[in-house]
């Protein structure tokens, strides 16, 4: 690359990478073991590929997720999103990079139980420097998105558990993150609704040339995606598909 762009020095404009694990362990210690959730991990997957993550439950998907999000990091290895290097990041810097380089849909939601749907998923955009007549576009844009337009205004509690699934996407795609992290996002659905969710995270990788990582044990989101990576026991026993290489 340097040969080519003598004098150069930000990062990479063309590296086609989007995340990066080499050599990624993971060993969480607990009171009677040290427990090894991902073990000699190393994948790379190129920007506006979809990429389903799969393995039975506790294969290390979501450890995987959290680690592609900045919420944990690994014991050994590197993980590298949007070519920055999740480990160096400092408070700041990293505050930035889970609020802005991703966007996550966690497995439990984590809604907030008095917000509406509309402030649940105008949280990302908090402390983003946009107006708020820019961020009311954003919210309802994302909330059309996963068919909730008419339930905005509704609390967590009066949703169904799989409304509650799309609100948790709709807070995923608000902050127009360039790569989306979904832990288990078919996990309440049954399967039309859950095809119809894996459609929409597709399509906006399509759409917009983002990058997303679905982690799932449902394997017909395999139908839809390109590329997929397989965990047995914390190690990865298979890469397939196209935008992604060992
Ligand atoms: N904070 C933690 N402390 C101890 N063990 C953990 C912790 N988080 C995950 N694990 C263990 O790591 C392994 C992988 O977990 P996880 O990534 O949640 O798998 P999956 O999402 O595939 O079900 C499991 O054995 C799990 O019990
Ligand atoms: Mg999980």
Redesign the pocket.
């Known amino acids: 690359m340097a040969a080519t762009n003598p004098g150069v020095r930000s990062p990479t404009p063309a590296d086609p990478t989007a995340i990066s694990f080499e050599s990624v362990s993971k060993t969480?210690p607990?009171r009677s073991e040290a427990?090894s959730?991902l073990d000699g991990v190393s994948f790379r997957i190129d920007k506006g590929t979809t990429v389903a993550v799969v393995?039975p439950?506790?294969?290390?998907?979501?450890?995987l997720l959290n680690m592609a999000a900045g919420l944990d990091f690994p014991t050994s290895g590197s993980v590298k999103v949007a070519g920055i290097l999740t480990s160096e990041l400092q408070r700041e810097p990293l505050q930035k990079f889970r609020n802005e380089t991703v966007g996550v849909v966690f497995q439990q939601f984590f809604l907030i139980d008095h917000l509406s749907v509309f402030q649940n998923v105008s949280v990302p955009l908090i402390p983003r420097e946009v107006s708020s007549r820019e961020k009311s576009k954003r919210i309802l844009d994302a909330i059309a998105k996963v068919g909730l337009a008419n339930k905005a205004d509704r609390l967590p509690s009066e949703l169904s558990g799989g409304e509650l699934q799309r609100v948790a996407i709709a807070r995923g795609l608000v902050g127009d993150a360039s790569v989306i992290l979904a832990d288990e996002p078919t996990g309440n659905l049954d399967s039309k609704k859950g095809s119809e969710i894996v459609d929409l995270l597709v399509a906006e990788s399509r759409e917009h040339k983002k990058t997303v990582l679905i982690?799932t044990h449902d394997l017909r989101v395999l139908d839809h995606v390109d590329g997929v990576i397989r965990?047995e026991d914390?190690r990865l026993s298979k890469i397939e598909g196209t935008g992604i290489s060992a």
Do not use: D, E, N, R
């Open positions: 969480y607990t427990v959730a393995g439950s506790g294969s290390g998907k979501t450890t982690a965990l914390g």
